[in-house]
């Protein structure tokens, strides 16, 4: 078990990472903290897929020298995934600090509590 661990360390971290946003998002009552949290889980996923688009020994999907054998390389489609997801993720991390700083210059506060009770207490007022 700890032998499999130390061979697969990357993947062992890039769980360990997912924990820690998923927890941060779950328990988090902050909304720029539930952001973070967010951006370690993507990061812990990007790594996951990473590490297992990867095999020692192989070499980068350029063909060189000749060579054609789909064995030699490693297989791209991982990469590609992950960089599809950084940029998504960076699309969404804008968007999201965007809502946080108009919800902070509406109620000059981010804890979700206290926002809720406020939007709560204007829709009474209507």
Do not use: C
Not at 55 to 68: D, H, K, L, S, Y
Not at 91 to 108: D, E, G, N
């Amino acid at each position: 078990m700890i032998g499999n661990l130390l061979v697969n360390y990357e993947e062992a971290f890039a769980i360990i990472l997912f924990g820690i946003g998923f927890t941060m998002l779950l328990f988090q009552r902050n909304l720029f903290k539930k952001l973070i949290g967010l951006n370690i889980m993507d990061t812990g996923t990007f790594l996951f897929l990473a590490s297992m688009g990867f095999i020692r020994g192989r070499e980068a999907p350029i063909v060189t020298n000749g060579v054609t054998d789909a064995g030699f390389y490693i297989n791209p489609v991982p990469a590609g995934l992950v960089l599809t997801g950084i940029v998504v993720s960076v699309s969404v991390t804008a968007i999201m600090l965007s809502l946080t700083v108009r919800l902070y210059r509406r109620y000059h506060t981010l804890q979700l509590d206290e926002i809720y009770e406020m939007s709560r207490h204007q829709m009474e007022d209507r």
